[in-house]
């Protein structure tokens, strides 16, 4: 049985008197959708930094197994290899998608950029890539020389998740990537990336705090409060059998419209 | 008060010394921005200290120096800044690019090829290319360390989506011997292909911004571009009103007021030779 | 016939001879001395001093004649005379406890040691235009006056000592005590800066920018409650250790304005809630500069205390690359150069993509 493609152990944050992580451990397979539920204050967001390189642990680590198959430890990482596991092997799909997207640069320049920092050179085939991808995240073609900030928030979350997966990343990071969206619009952007998930076989580890979005797009959840993993398991499984009080609490808690 | 006596050259040997070792790293990194202790000079910041300091660093007694502005030895600021050596350091001017051995000079390169033994000084406003794209210093110095440099590239990308055409018409960025992107300083896009293996010594100052940067000579400089997009050296539609030179960066000159123009060239001594040349042979 | 532009060696003179006159003015009007610019006008040689990094009245007062009382321009003038200067070493820290006061006040306690001495200020006049300046100062005693009638000067310590008695203000730790101080004048800055090179930059840094900043703050761009612990403004001994004799000898005193903030207190993480703290120092009497340094200077120190760089004040490197005012104007002011070159470049560009735009139009139809 092969290593699993991501491995967090035993790992611990804390911010002055406030342990956000304590002793997190957990795996995540090649192509598995894991999401980390909690509310505000849980950990959850701190944990996603962590196994994304972009924040160190105060004690644990984190093992990410490469394309030729080693395994790497983030905290061996130089900076320059942590940069470019960015740019091929990983994305980060932002809550604020001015975080993740060059506001003034057209969608076009915004999809292409991870292609020219690997070293393409050819405009037409960049344009044309940046323009399939476009397509695929559901915005017109038309718009692919206009900046986000022309763009509706839908559009902006769909822009950054074409800039993502278009070096065909293994593994993404999701921070409440519905967050702040109307309700219809988040349920189109879901599917799509559910569409995605499936068709790239991607892994993910999304964080929300919305437990209709855990149901829709993952297989496992983990469900943490107070820096620590309170229950884990299939998803299925979790929210509709919760077994320690403050799942049970939580799901309860979700209005059923 | 009984007026001080300068140090040749102005600078003091301390000074000369800290700058003489930034400019040997330079040449040791061609193309990195080597960070320097900028003196105050007696001219503003922006108005081609960084190129006076290198050149009162390497400027010896035996030295003739040349210094032209806009390709021009007689434009204001060329003016002041070799009367200034004149004053500082006593050496022999010229306006003749041949026989120079060091040139200092802002925002162009001289018709006339130089040769092996030459030192061209560039004054530089801005040394970082990557500056417009991103404003902060820690950042752009992580990106030269790591030759994260996909960022220049969807700045070209971004022009050629907007107006068909690489926008960019001077201070186009290069790479230098394959690893370091630079600024060339402020010349017209025509005068990029003069840095590649050139036989002269290339040193770049950037006073305000305290860095200086080198081309050794024969060194490969490549201006950046697409495949489908390759670097196109502009050419001008006329030639030279005063001496004919079809090959020469061209100023245009207006001569009245109801649209009136003619182009001259910007090298005045590249011009000027090729004149009396005309002269010359006119004569014969 | 077209014949190429010369004579700029020629303009260059004559532009020079033309601001000499201009310098000078009306013959008739008595010919400004250096020594009345000195006098009269302290408070514009005190800021030529400090922005221009030296300390020399007749100097300073000399650079505001030339430059024709454009005191950046003054100060341009003393930074390329302090350059060409011999360095013999480092002075001992100033001990501003010492000082002899001309005044002192605080905010944060009505009444201390050594008491508020209001000196000689503009703080409570009424500003109206007072007429008879224009032939004779009638306002000034008939006899010089000392800024402190009445005997010695009383102990006064400084006021962030009294606090820092009862441990309610941070201490300054140095990480390595014997590190060589910075010098900015001689090696580039480099971010992030260490607080020393901040704090030169931020002395020698242009008042109206950091008053701009400081004003900030207290707006809301990065708010950290400042109160003024002390202003102190008198002469302070600069003293240098002579290794032969094995002590440090004074050279001469200098007049400085010394201004301390008290700001927002901190702590946790174990550690006991402190007050915070800004530091500010100018030649002569600078208290505007004084202050508005200090409250820049603690903006600056955002990440010491955990807080969030919101606000311009505290972004240090928005601040530092901006704040020297013999750089800004240079760059400022070499836009007045020649740039045809690349504005020909240019405009070349510009036609070319209006001819394409126009065969397209025209193709269109």
Redesign the interface.
């Known amino acids: 049985m092969s290593a699993a493609l991501l491995a967090a152990e035993g790992l611990c944050k804390r911010y002055g008197a406030i342990q956000a992580c304590r002793d997190i451990s957990f795996e995540i397979e090649e192509g598995e959708a894991l999401a980390i539920v909690g509310e505000s204050g849980s950990g959850k967001t701190t944990l996603l930094h962590l196994i994304a390189g972009l924040m160190t642990p105060d004690a644990g680590e984190v093992r990410y197994r490469t394309r030729d198959g080693v395994i790497r430890n983030h905290s061996s990482l130089s900076e320059a290899e942590r940069r470019a596991l960015m740019r091929t092997d990983w994305g980060f799909v932002h809550q604020d998608a001015a975080r993740g997207l060059r506001f003034s640069v057209s969608a076009g320049g915004n999809i292409g950029e991870r292609l020219m920092a690997l070293g393409e050179r050819h405009y037409g085939r960049i344009r044309a890539s940046a323009a399939q991808w476009l397509e695929r995240v559901e915005i017109s073609a038309d718009r692919l020389d206009h900046a986000p900030w022309t763009y509706s928030g839908g559009m902006r979350q769909r822009l950054q998740i074409a800039r993502n997966l278009v070096t065909s990343p293994r593994l993404v990071f999701m921070d409440e990537p519905t967050g702040g969206l109307d309700v219809s619009v988040q349920a189109r952007l879901l599917d799509l990336i559910r569409g995605l998930i499936a068709e790239m076989g991607l892994a993910v580890v999304l964080v929300t705090h919305d437990l209709a979005v855990a149901r829709l797009l993952s297989n496992r959840i983990l469900v943490m409060k107070d820096g620590e993993v309170i229950e884990s398991g299939l998803t299925d499984r979790v929210l509709d059998d919760p077994e320690t009080p403050y799942t049970q609490l939580l799901v309860s808690s979700v209005l059923a419209v | 008060m009984t007026p001080?006596p300068?140090n040749f050259a102005y600078l003091?040997e301390q000074t000369k010394r800290m700058i003489r070792r930034a400019i040997l790293k330079a040449i040791a990194i061609p193309g990195y921005q080597v960070?320097?202790?900028?003196?105050?000079?007696?001219m503003?910041?922006?108005?081609g200290?960084g190129g006076v300091q290198v050149t009162a660093a390497i400027l010896g007694p035996n030295d003739v120096l040349k210094v032209i502005?806009?390709?021009?030895d007689?434009?204001?600021?060329?003016?002041?800044i070799r009367?200034f050596f004149v004053k500082t350091a006593g050496v022999r001017t010229t306006t003749d690019t041949s026989e120079a051995t060091i040139i200092q000079t802002?925002?162009?390169v001289p018709e006339t090829p130089l040769r092996e033994g030459q030192i061209l000084v560039y004054q530089v406003?801005i040394p970082e290319p990557l500056r417009f794209l991103e404003?902060?210093?820690?950042e752009t110095r992580?990106m030269h360390a790591?030759s994260?440099?996909?960022?220049m590239?969807?700045k070209l990308?971004?022009d050629?989506?907007?107006?068909?055409?690489i926008?960019t018409?001077?201070?186009y960025p290069v790479r230098v011997a394959d690893r370091y992107i630079m600024d060339p300083s402020?010349?017209?896009?025509?005068d990029n292909p003069k840095l590649d293996d050139c036989p002269a010594l290339q040193l770049f100052g950037a006073g305000?911004e305290?860095r200086i940067y080198a081309i050794p000579p024969y060194t490969r400089v490549i201006p950046l571009d697409?495949?489908?997009?390759p670097f196109e050296r502009?050419k001008?539609d006329a030639a030279c009103?005063?001496c004919g030179a079809t090959d020469s960066?061209?100023?245009?000159?207006v001569?009245d007021d109801a649209g009136g123009r003619?182009f001259?060239c910007?090298d005045?001594d590249y011009?000027e030779k090729r004149q009396s040349d005309k002269r010359k042979d006119a004569a014969e | 016939m077209y014949v190429a532009v010369k004579g700029g060696e020629r303009a260059i003179r004559n532009a020079h001879a033309l601001l000499a006159d201009r310098r000078r003015g009306n013959r008739d009007t008595p010919e400004l001395t250096p020594a009345q610019i000195d006098e009269q006008l302290a408070l514009a040689v005190d800021r030529v001093m400090s922005e221009g990094s030296l300390y020399d009245r007749r100097i300073a007062a000399l650079a505001v004649k030339q430059a024709r009382g454009d005191l950046i321009e003054a100060i341009f003038l003393v930074r390329a005379y302090r350059t060409t200067l011999p360095r013999f070493g480092f002075a001992e820290p100033l001990d501003t406890a010492a000082m002899t006061l001309s005044r002192r006040v605080s905010a944060t306690f009505k009444d201390l040691p050594g008491g508020q001495v209001l000196g000689p200020t503009f703080d409570y006049s009424h500003r109206l235009i007072d007429f008879t300046l224009e032939t004779q100062d009638a306002s000034a005693p008939s006899q010089p006056m000392s800024a402190a009638p009445g005997g010695p000067q009383s102990p006064s310590p400084r006021v962030t000592d009294l606090i820092a008695r009862d441990d309610l203000i941070e201490r300054e730790v140095l990480a390595t005590p014997d590190a060589p101080v910075s010098d900015i004048t001689r090696d580039a800055l480099v971010f992030p800066a260490r607080r020393d090179a901040r704090l030169q930059n931020l002395a020698r840094g242009d008042e109206g920018f950091l008053l701009g900043l400081a004003y900030s703050t207290q707006r809301g761009y990065g708010r950290n409650h400042p109160f003024v612990g002390e202003i102190r403004f008198g002469e302070a001994a600069v003293e240098i250790f002579v290794e032969d004799l094995g002590f440090a000898v004074s050279i001469g005193d200098i007049s400085i304005t010394e201004c301390q903030m008290v700001n927002q207190f901190t702590g946790g993480d174990g550690r006991p809630a402190r007050f915070t703290r800004g530091y500010g120092l100018a030649f002569g009497q600078s208290e505007r500069k004084a202050m508005s340094m200090a409250l820049v200077d603690r903006a600056l120190r955002a990440d010491e205390f955990g807080e969030e760089r919101k606000g311009p004040a505290q972004d240090e490197e928005f601040v530092l690359s901006h704040s020297d005012n013999v750089q800004a104007t240079g760059f400022v002011e070499h836009l007045k150069l020649p740039h045809y070159v690349d504005f020909q470049a240019e405009l070349a560009l510009l036609r070319q993509l209006r001819r394409a735009q126009g065969a397209v139009a025209e193709a269109a139809e």
């Open positions: 001080r300068y003091d960070p320097f202790a900028s003196r105050e000079m007696p503003p910041y922006g108005w200290t502005d806009q390709g021009a007689d434009t204001t600021n060329a003016v002041s009367a802002r925002h162009r406003p404003p902060r210093e820690t992580t790591l994260e440099y996909g960022v590239h969807v990308y971004e050629i989506s907007r107006h068909g055409h926008a018409t001077y201070a402020p010349i017209p896009k025509f305000r305290k697409f495949e489908d997009h502009t001008f009103a005063l960066y061209l100023d245009e000159v001569t003619m001259v910007s005045t011009c």
